[in-house]
C-alpha cells in the first residue's frame, strides 16, 4: 500500500514562528497536495505540485509556501505562522493521470 | 461560485436505520465523482468513486452512490447503519482537464447511536 507520512502529527507554535510540516510518500508519486481541513469548510486546496520543483497555487495560498526538492517530499511552509492558521493539515499524492488521492494522518497544528 | 455542497453538516442515526447524504455539485462537463470517508482518529479513505459507466456504484462497507447528471447529485446510500459507521463523509468532484483539482465538499458527520 502506499504510504504517505506526515511527520509531525501534533504541533503548538506561537504567532510569528516559521512553521514547517513535512510529507514524505514512498510510492514515486508524481503528484502531491496540501490541505487545510476545518470544521464546516471540508478540505481546501493549499498548494499542489506535480512534479519535483514544479509547484502551483491553490485555492488559499496566502501565508503558504512550499518546497518539493525531491519526488518523495513535499513541505508546506508557514513564514510566520498567525491564529487563523490554526487548523488540520492534510497531506496528499497520486500517480500523474490517476484519479484517487491517498491520503496521510494529517498534522494538527495549534498557533497561540 | 463553482462548488461542492453537501445538504447535511451532523447527521445523527439509530443502528439499522437508512441513510442518504446529499452531494450537488455547480461544474459542467465532464466529471469524476468520489465519496471520502474518515473515521475518528484516522487517515481520510477513499469510499467509492464514479468516473463513468453505471451511474449506480458500489463501494466499501455496504455503501452505494447514485450519479445524476440531470440533477448535478452524486448522493450516497446505505439501507443499514451501523455503529462503526460513524465518521465524517466528504463528497468530492474532480473536473476533467487542467490540473485535475480535487474539490471537497463542507463534509456531513454521522453519529450512529446503538
Known amino acids: 500500500d502506499v504510504k504517505v507520512t506526515q511527520s509531525s502529527r501534533y504541533l503548538v507554535k506561537r504567532t510569528g514562528e516559521k512553521v514547517f510540516l513535512e510529507c514524505v510518500q514512498d510510492?514515486?508519486?508524481?503528484?502531491m497536495f496540501w490541505y487545510r481541513q476545518d470544521p464546516g469548510l471540508g478540505l481546501r486546496l493549499i498548494y499542489f505540485?506535480?512534479?519535483?520543483?514544479?509547484?502551483e497555487k491553490g485555492d488559499i495560498p496566502e501565508g503558504y509556501s512550499v518546497s518539493r526538492e525531491k519526488k518523495e517530499r513535499f513541505s508546506l511552509i508557514l513564514e510566520s505562522a498567525s491564529t487563523n492558521q490554526t487548523s488540520m493539515y492534510l497531506c496528499?499524492?497520486?500517480?500523474?493521470?490517476?484519479?484517487?488521492?491517498?491520503f496521510g494522518a494529517g498534522s494538527r497544528l495549534t498557533v497561540l | 461560485a463553482q462548488s461542492v455542497s453537501q445538504h447535511n453538516h451532523h447527521v445523527i442515526l439509530s443502528e439499522a436505520a437508512s441513510l442518504e447524504l446529499g452531494c450537488n455539485y455547480s461544474?459542467?462537463?465532464?466529471?469524476?465523482l468520489f465519496w471520502y470517508v474518515q473515521y475518528p482518529g484516522q487517515h481520510l479513505q477513499l469510499l467509492l468513486k464514479?468516473?463513468?459507466?453505471?451511474?449506480l456504484v458500489k463501494g466499501i462497507k455496504g455503501f452505494e452512490a447514485e450519479f445524476i447528471k440531470s440533477k448535478f447529485s452524486f448522493n450516497l446510500r446505505k439501507p443499514s447503519v451501523q455503529w462503526s459507521d460513524t465518521a465524517e463523509y466528504f463528497c468530492a468532484v474532480l473536473r476533467s482537464g487542467g490540473y485535475n483539482k480535487l474539490i471537497f465538499g463542507a463534509g456531513t458527520r454521522l453519529a450512529v447511536h446503538p
Open positions: 461544474y459542467g462537463g465532464t466529471v469524476n
Open positions: 510510492m514515486d508519486h508524481e503528484n
Open positions: 496528499a499524492s497520486r500517480v500523474s493521470g490517476a484519479n484517487v488521492l491517498t
Open positions: 505540485s506535480y512534479d519535483v520543483k514544479m509547484k
Open positions: 464514479y468516473f463513468s459507466g453505471d451511474p
